[in-house]
């Protein structure tokens, strides 16, 4: 299926990829060894709403933006991490 969908006014727009959103946070869930219970629990939604991403249902806009903002944080404090990683003993 096409990327994009003509609208009825011949505006083209781009589809939101449900399955890059799923698999963002799966790919952290299954390196922390967390369930998707944990996981959705984090975010602020409910299993049922992580359940539908997986098969790629629809997303309520809260859900969606919830899981979006959690990515974010999760983004921003490893590379944080990372960052103060490599500067411990830098003056040593």
Known sequence: MSQFRRMIFGVVMRRFDV???Y??????RAARG???RDVAE?????VATSRRLRS?????????????A?????SKRSSASRRN????????
């Open 19 to 21: 399955q890059a959103l």
């Open 23 to 28: 698999r963002a946070p799966d790919e952290q």
């Open 34 to 36: 967390q369930s998707w």
């Open 42 to 46: 984090a975010i602020g939604v409910s």
């Open 56 to 68: 790629g249902g629809r997303m309520e806009v809260d859900g969606m933006l919830a899981m979006v």
């Open 70 to 74: 959690w990515l974010a944080f999760r």
């Open 85 to 92: 990683s490599r500067c411990v003993g830098h003056d040593e």
